[in-house]
């Protein structure tokens, strides 16, 4: 089963700034991997997928890369709605698919 | 627009059964798989079984396996998750979520979700 990590557990920081989160995968998961947005009391929301590819109406803000074993997702300048909780997942190999534990990203 | 509604959760006893549903509104249903992924309190969130869109593989997280079956009514246009033998470590919210954004046989990436539904497994 492959294992990814992410740092750091928690990101504060202010509106307007620039939001780096980073994923490790135990193994390499080639570009097979996807970041998704949790909101309390939402259903979570694809953002990238492919490493880098945008989803359906994700703004420009968001920015997926890397490769192998080390990803990151950016967020350019940080939106109030940004605020969340984001998740790294893995489709490279499976059963099982497995996600990270987070990154949340708090109002400092 | 793409919309998931899944029901049926609650509480029950360890040993117990419960069966969940989910409706999709907006795609082609049969034409796609679909995911069970679930978060326990607290914590993050877990993969837990997929349906082809024809039914015709399913796949499980090895912590489910005997215990939880996955199903699909394509003319109804709702998704299942039969639950048996629960545990007190069940206790999650359980989203049903669309494979995709790319039509394949399994793609493995959770295009879409729902708002999920409250398990509780306890005494």
């Known amino acids: 089963e492959i294992v990814l990590t992410q740092s750091p557990a928690t990101l504060s920081l202010s509106p307007g700034e620039r939001a780096t989160l980073s994923c490790r995968a135990s193994?390499?998961?080639?570009?097979?991997l996807a970041w998704y947005q949790h909101r309390p009391g939402q259903g979570p929301r694809l953002l990238i997928y492919e490493t880098s590819k945008r989803a359906t109406d994700i703004p420009a803000r968001f920015t997926g890369s890397g490769s192998g074993t080390d990803f990151t997702l950016t967020i350019s300048s940080l939106e109030p709605e940004d605020f969340a909780v984001y998740y790294c997942?893995?489709?490279?190999?499976?059963?099982?698919?497995?996600f990270g534990p987070g990154t949340k990203v708090e109002i400092k | 627009q793409v919309q998931l509604a899944e029901s049926g959760g609650g509480v029950v006893q360890p040993g117990g059964s419960l069966r969940l549903s989910c409706t999709a509104s907006?795609?082609?249903?049969?034409?796609?798989?679909f995911h069970w992924v679930r978060q326990a309190p607290g914590k993050g969130l877990e993969w837990v079984a997929f349906?082809?869109?024809?039914?015709?593989?399913?796949y499980y997280v090895d912590s489910v396996k005997g215990r939880f079956t996955i199903s699909r009514d394509n003319s109804k246009k709702t998704l299942y998750l039969q639950m048996n033998y629960l545990r007190a470590e069940d206790t999650a919210v359980y989203f049903c979520a669309k494979d995709g954004p790319l039509v394949a046989t399994i793609y493995g990436v959770f295009e879409y979700w729902g708002l999920g539904t409250v398990v509780t497994v306890s005494s």
């Open positions: 997942q893995q489709r490279s190999n499976w059963p099982p698919f497995t």
């Open positions: 349906i082809q869109y024809d039914g015709s593989n399913k």
């Open positions: 907006g795609i082609t249903f049969s034409s796609h798989g």
């Open positions: 193994q390499s998961v080639s570009s097979y």
